[in-house]
């Protein structure tokens, strides 16, 4: 069974840094692109960053310049540094991993991220 677990995540005050980072586990293929979503209290759930197997990289609007993804899909790891965190960024924090040939997309547990202006 496939799972992915995130870690990283907790209190800070605006203007710190994060680190998440997400492994997958049960198995041996490697995900075609890995991604960090965070959802928010009455929003939905929005892409955040996002990395593909030629090593491009996609980040949500507001958060450019701020966070920073990286990875191995080799490995099936991910990680996302944040920086110059923001009120706005709280939320819960789910990393996905998507198998492009069984349309699939595979979702971690989420961690709670919270900055305190």
């Known amino acids: 069974q496939v799972q992915l677990v995130e870690s990283g995540g907790g209190l800070v005050q605006a203007g710190g840094s994060l680190r998440l980072s997400c492994a997958a586990s049960g198995t041996s293929f490697d995900f075609n692109n890995m991604g960090w979503y965070r959802q928010s209290v009455g929003k939905q759930r929005e892409l955040v960053a996002q990395i593909t197997g030629r090593d491009s990289t996609y980040y949500a609007d507001s958060v450019k310049g701020r966070f920073t993804i990286s990875g191995a899909l080799a490995k099936n790891t991910v990680i996302l540094q944040m920086d110059s965190l923001e009120p706005d960024d709280t939320g819960v924090y789910y990393c996905?991993?998507?198998?492009?040939?069984?349309?699939?997309?595979?979702w971690g547990q989420g961690t709670q991220v919270t900055v305190s202006s």
């Open positions: 996905g991993g998507y198998f492009v040939d069984i349309n699939r997309y595979y």
